[in-house]
C-alpha cells in the first residue's frame, strides 16, 4: 500500500512559482505511475500531469505544458510539481495520486488510480 503526503502549497502573485512535492511511503512508489491533479471551488478535479515509473514518459494537461514541470526521484519516493508563471485560474487545491497497476501507463482518468494525498492549496492573485 502506498500513502501520499502533498505539500509546497501556497499564495503567490500572478507569474510567480511554486513547486508542490509528494513524499510516498511504502515500498512499491518505485513501480507507480504517479500523478497530479487540481480541482477549484465548485468545479470538478481535473487532470494537470502524469509520469511513468520508468521516469521518462511524462504528459501534461494543455494548460500545463510549457509552464508546469513533473518529476520524480524514486530513491525519495517523491513526485514534485514545479509551476511557473502561475495565472488566477491555476487556483485550486492540487492532490497527487498514483497507482503500481497501470499496464498502460499514466492515465488521465482520476479513477484510474487508488492511491491519493490529501491535497495541497494553490492560490494565485492577479
Known amino acids: 500500500e502506498v500513502q501520499l503526503q502533498a505539500s509546497g502549497g501556497g499564495s503567490v502573485q500572478a507569474g510567480g512559482s511554486l513547486r508542490l512535492s509528494c513524499a510516498a511511503s511504502?515500498?512499491?512508489?518505485?513501480?507507480?505511475?504517479m500523478a497530479w491533479f487540481r480541482q477549484a471551488p465548485g468545479k470538478e478535479r481535473e487532470w494537470v500531469s502524469c509520469?511513468?515509473?520508468?521516469?521518462?514518459?511524462?504528459y501534461y494537461e494543455d494548460f500545463a505544458k510549457g509552464r508546469f514541470t513533473i518529476a520524480r526521484d524514486n530513491a525519495r519516493n517523491s513526485v514534485y510539481l514545479q509551476m511557473n508563471n502561475l495565472k488566477p485560474e491555476d487556483t485550486a487545491a492540487y492532490y497527487c495520486?498514483?497507482?503500481?497497476?497501470?499496464?498502460?501507463?499514466?492515465?488521465?482518468?482520476?479513477?484510474?488510480?487508488?492511491?491519493w494525498g490529501q491535497g495541497t492549496l494553490v492560490t494565485v492573485s492577479s
Open positions: 495520486a498514483g497507482d503500481p497497476d497501470l499496464p498502460r501507463g499514466c492515465s488521465s482518468y482520476s479513477i484510474s488510480y487508488d492511491y
Open positions: 509520469i511513468n515509473n520508468n521516469n521518462d514518459d511524462t
Open positions: 511504502g515500498t512499491i512508489f518505485s513501480i507507480s505511475e
